[in-house]
């Protein structure tokens, strides 16, 4: 069937409702590429009409921060209207959220917004959990009859028409595949959204395979995009540990969020600024010098390849910084020249004699060599004949200008601030094409996948270090980083299963799980590090290496006392004397055992001594890659947030509501006029105006 193409919302329902006369099972992506207009549209419309069944499969539904008190709603509606403008939130998550979802309505996503549905039973009841490699699979198992997804679109310089699934190529491609094979119908849905950047190569989505186009101004609107967090000292510890691990030459994977920020300015710190850098690591280390034996603390000379589900900003940092550059190709003979030494940045006569000594080509050419080579870039199209020798001049003076399809980074979906956007908009055609969004299967494992071969995959992949953020870690070396020991789940297990597999299934590659050494809850400060815990993401024989702010833990091959041993050096010291007497008093470390006296001062005062003078030096600035706050909205956020770490501490509330006593201290009037505090005439407005005030 022909692709329709339709100019209104209501219009585009209608067509599907009328193509899927029973219950409509719609798959849409992560993140950025729901089509979120179209969505509510169709949300509204079953709602509305109860002999209808909608069941939607998805992850990571997005919305816009909701203040939970009165003063924050009061400092976020200005930055909301700023940032994030005419970005429309889903209705059903705000019936989800609610747990007011009609009845002839389903949700269930496999990845939530961190921390959002842990007290919502229908939510944590509707959940899949499972690797995001396998969504494709799962979506069929659900039944999924409808696919819409989010794209941009542009024309091509014959004047037709392109699509690009720009941000989430990660799953579509596989799912329309699999579903194809497998000879169940799947109607699928383009929502044209015009402020998404056009990204080529295999985020391309054929005309051919599409069965609905939408294109309307209601369609098009903000893409969600969250600010920079302001980076703290634990997670500039963290990064910078992180970062010595990383190989010049190598590959690299990153997260979203301060954590995978302070790895990339770490990165640049160590490129830039090596005497500083090599300080900083210096000072952190327990073990002084001993301790950097073995940490890459020089500059990129070759550059690195990042390959991460996740694009974000830190990466488009680094590329910027000139420091992701080291270019894949997408064929494994070639990749395994390169890797060798013996690929340019330009195709030559002797990368050809190359590719001929390993058989991959003939010494005459035949019309599949030439193709093959042409398709690599190495021979401008049409200017060879078959049957020509290499040493021919014909094939010297065909040579061309640029290898094609060379990478310098592969991801799966991107999420990020504002200007990370603008900037993929910005980026001339010829470097934005070295960014490959790609499907997840290729992403995040070796095999299994219809784009490239296990053998590509590992020659591409060198010496590779797989950053993931995990919230739990046992003294065993087993991690909890999607849910709780009560079994509600937080987020989801999403790729990081994946990369910590294949960071045993490569053999110069490390899988480096980082984590916060405490953390705070409604009972106060928590060791991250605890003995056992019942939510298992990864299990303890997959343990390799772990980071907290104090410093790094290599667990791999080593026995279970060793890697007790280990952990205890970088566990928060408030907390070690517990978990030595556990360790104890299950066998696992020697009854007489007494942690050094060099790991007893693990403690965070300790890192603000240790890091302050390279924060006053702007060499580790809360924001490195910018923010949408204003300086007096940062003013604000930093009171705020020691109002309400105060709030849930009674014995740090006290001291400071005794401050507030002793007069009010002057506030700008523009950040109580900000907060709704500059009419303040009950006794609670005025008791929040002189804690506020307190606190600035």
Partial sequence: MDMQTLTELEAAVDAVLERIPGE????????????????????????????????????????????????????????????????????????????????????????????????????????????????????????????????????????????????????????????????????????????????????????????????????????????????????????????????????LQIGIGSLGDAVAQGLIVRDRQPEAYRSILGALCADGAEGLAGRELGGFAQGLYGCSEMFVNGFMRLIDAGLIRREVYDDADLQELANAGRVGTRPDLAVLRALAERGRIAAELTAPDIAYLEQLGALQPGRVPAGTALDDGRVAAALGERWLHATIMHGGFFLGPRDFY???????????????????????????????????????????????????????????????????????????????????????????????????????????????????????????IAITEYGVADLRGQTDGEIVKRLLAIADSRFQDQLIAEAKAHGKLEADYQLPERYRNNRPEMLREKLRPWRNEGVLPDFPFGTDLSEDEITIVRALKKLKHASQHPLQLLPMILKSLTGERPVPPAYLERLGLDQASSFKDLFIRRLFAANL
């Fill in 24 to 251: 409509i099972v719609l798959a849409i992506p992560l993140g950025l590429g729901k089509p979120n207009p179209w969505v509510n549209a169709l949300y509204r419309r079953i709602a509305a009409t109860p002999a209808r069944r909608l069941k939607i499969f998805t992850a990571l539904s997005l919305e816009r921060p909701v203040g939970k008190s009165e003063l924050e709603q009061h400092f976020l509606g200005p930055l909301l209207e700023r940032v994030f403008g005419d970005y429309p939130d889903l209705d059903y998550v705000k019936a989800a959220r609610a747990q007011a979802l009609p009845p002839n309505i389903e949700v269930h996503e496999f990845f939530f917004k961190t921390g959002d549905y842990l007290n919502n039973d229908a939510s944590q009841q509707g959940f899949v959990c499972t690797n995001y490699s396998f969504v494709a699979r799962d979506m069929m198992a659900q039944g999924v009859n409808v696919i819409a997804q989010a794209v941009a679109l542009r024309e091509n310089a014959a004047g037709g028409l392109q699509l690009s699934m720009s941000c989430n190529p990660d799953v579509t491609q596989e799912l329309i595949e699999r579903m194809a094979a497998a000879g169940r119908p799947l109607l699928k849905v383009a929502v044209v959204n015009e402020r998404l950047p056009f990204m080529a190569g295999t985020a391309l989505w054929p005309l051919d395979r599409v069965d609905l186009l939408l294109r309307c101004p209601a369609a098009n609107h903000e893409l969600f995009g969250p600010p920079n967090a302001s980076i703290s000292w634990a997670d500039y510890a963290i990064g910078l540990h992180a970062s010595s691990l990383v190989l010049d030459g190598g590959t």
């Fill in 422 to 544: 603008q900037r993929l908009r910005e980026l001339p055609e010829a470097q934005r094409e070295r960014i490959s969004m790609t499907r997840i299967a290729y992403i995040n494992q070796l095999y299994g996948d219809a784009l490239g071969c296990e053998r590509l995959k590992r020659a591409q992949r060198r010496d590779a270090r797989l950053f993931n953020t995990t919230m739990k870690l046992t003294l065993l070396g087993a991690a909890s980083s999607d849910g709780l020991d009560s079994g509600q789940m937080v987020s989801g297990v999403g790729g990081q299963y994946n990369f910590v597999a294949m960071g045993h299934a490569l053999p110069d590659a490390r899988s480096i799980l980082m984590l916060r050494a405490t953390h705070e809850n409604q009972h106060g400060l928590t060791s991250s590090i605890v003995w056992s815990y019942g939510n298992i993401t990864i299990p303890r024989h997959l343990r390799d």
